[in-house]
């Protein structure tokens, strides 16, 4: 299989590497193609073997898979300066925040087009993406997508589209959420007289034991809350001025604002 990367930013970079990390491609067929020829000489270094383009050089993709990685933003100047014509049996795989299939399917003319909302997270292989497709799109194909976002961490499907607003909200937002929250942390322990380098060691290494438990436990959210939260105890009054504050409301508030967002960008 070819593959063809338009858009060689992070998100573009980070699933190109994962394909070629776990073999799901050779090389020298990879094409990345960058907006910017200045970066040309750069990418080609990273990816020794693969072809690195500019977009104002393209006459054709010849692709099984286009990935469309730039930013949604960028899009518009995209289908204006690329006059490449798809042929009915490339897939575009788009992973542009908030750009509907419609949308994709009505500016390139072109049917077969899968969405995904990937995260921060997948340039570590440890992301996240939920990802739904058009009409018509086999279930060979959809097969073919999902191990490509494998490699990147894990991917969900979903029937409804819609629900990638929600999506993009949660975990493509979410890994924003935690850095806030432990920046407050480091904060916090930087107040009470620890060193900043020792209060993020501390923050950083609890946030990390704290995600295995929820992994290897069977218990509740709630269950490992009380477990932490002795009566009358540390935690317990920490919990307390946080509800004072109503941070779980705020929290959410924030979250369905992302998603409100989200939909207006789609719209």
């Known amino acids: 299989m070819k593959i063809a990367v338009l858009g060689a930013g992070k998100m573009g970079v980070s699933f190109s590497k994962s394909f070629l990390k776990y073999e799901l491609i050779k090389a020298e067929n990879l094409h990345l193609i960058t907006r910017k020829k200045d970066k040309i000489e ?7 073997g693969s072809k690195v383009s500019c977009f104002e ?7 099984d898979l286009v990935i469309l990685a730039v930013k949604p933003q960028d899009f518009a100047f995209v289908v204006e300066n690329i006059s490449v014509q798809f042929n009915e049996n490339q897939m575009l795989l788009s992973i542009m925040a908030g750009i509907k299939i419609e ?8 049917q077969k ?38 490699s990147t961490g894990r991917s969900v499907y979903l029937e409804d589209e819609n629900l990638l607003d929600g999506v993009t909200a949660l975990s493509g937002s979410g890994p924003a959420y935690f850095y806030y929250i432990v920046d407050a942390m480091i904060k916090a322990g930087t107040e009470m007289g620890i060193d900043e380098n020792l209060a993020k060691l501390f923050v950083k290494q609890t ?17 490992l809350i009380k477990d932490v939260a002795s009566k009358g105890g540390t935690t317990e009054a920490a919990l307390k001025t946080f509800e004072e504050n109503h941070l779980k409301e705020t929290l959410r508030k924030g979250i369905l604002a992302a998603e409100n967002r989200s939909k207006e960008l789609s719209n």
Do not use: C
Not at 42 to 48: L, R
Not at 103 to 110: D, G, R, S, V
Not at 208 to 222: D, P, Q
């Open 113 to 150: 087009v899968v969405r995904a909302m990937p995260n921060s997270p997948t340039l570590l292989g440890m992301g996240i993406t939920g990802y739904t497709a058009a009409e018509g799109i086999s279930f060979q194909d959809l097969m073919q997508i999902e191990r490509f976002l494998n």
């Open 42 to 48: 750069k990418i080609s270094k990273e990816f020794p």
């Open 57 to 63: 050089e393209l006459k054709e993709i010849a692709a």
């Open 103 to 110: 949308k994709i399917q009505k500016l390139f003319n072109h």
């Open 207 to 223: 946030m990390l034991g704290a995600y295995h438990l929820i992994n290897n436990s069977e218990k509740s959210l709630e269950e």
